[in-house]
């Protein structure tokens, strides 16, 4: 995917990528599945929609926990896809809690 194409997302869909960003058991792979976004183009839009302090807090934090944010480095005792807070999504449908 092209830089550029992650402004083809809606508000709510780069919330919903942040949201997802942020959580420590969501992977970036989980990103990838339903969004399209790698890992690179997922730091490219934090860092683009983020205060820079919150930017280096996020990444500060991923760093720390990067076994959780990528599906090869998890623990296998960490079986799900999601965070208990997170909804159902289904055909990309963003549902708010």
């Not at 402004?7 to 969501?26: G, H, L, N, P």
């Not at 969004?35 to 997922?42: H, P």
């Not at 839009?45 to 076994?67: A, I, T």
Request: proline share 2%; net charge positive.
């Amino acid at each position: 995917m092209h830089p550029d194409s992650a402004s083809v997302f809606s508000a709510i869909e780069k919330d919903r990528i942040i949201e997802m960003a942020w959580e420590d058991r969501t992977p970036f792979e989980a990103i990838l599945f339903q969004f399209g976004l790698k890992e690179q183009e997922v730091i490219a839009l934090m860092r683009r929609e983020l205060k820079q302090s919150s930017f280096k807090r996020w990444r500060k934090r991923v760093n720390q926990k990067v076994s959780s944010k990528h599906e090869k480095k998890r623990s296998e005792a960490i079986t799900r896809f999601k965070s208990k807070m997170q909804r159902s999504i289904s055909h990309n449908k963003i549902s708010k809690r």
